[in-house]
């Protein structure tokens, strides 16, 4: 699971970013998921305590908000979300919903980051 090595990298990013700022302890974390990483929301969630452990967010809530794949079709100009999961591999290619083109460029969904780390002023 790719989820647990994402995990350890953002919990080590705002660990840093905490102690630079003199913060001894987060309350929450809000991280931004786009459907299209490949990110399953429920494994990032179930590795987030464990990594946390001995870490400024120990006992931090972890927030999570999902962006669903958003494309833009270089052939006729539409904009469309996607029908499918974004961790459907098995589906068969994205296909523009107005002109059946390949040509699509991911315009959402293929975010990743720290949106907001929440704490306690002292």
Known sequence: MHELSVVQSIVQTTSGIL???GIEKASFLTLV???HTGIIPKYV???YNDVCEGTPLE????RIESVDT???CRDCGHVFRSERSGHDHHAPEERCPAC???DLEVIAGDELMIK???YEDR
Do not use: T
């Not at 006992?59 to 972890?62: I, M, V, W």
């Open 70 to 72: 958003e494309y833009f």
């Open 19 to 21: 102690a630079e700022r």
């Open 100 to 102: 059946s083109s390949a």
């Open 59 to 62: 006992g931090s809530e972890l």
């Open 45 to 47: 969630k179930m590795y």
């Open 116 to 118: 907001e780390v929440g």
């Open 33 to 35: 998921i786009g459907a």
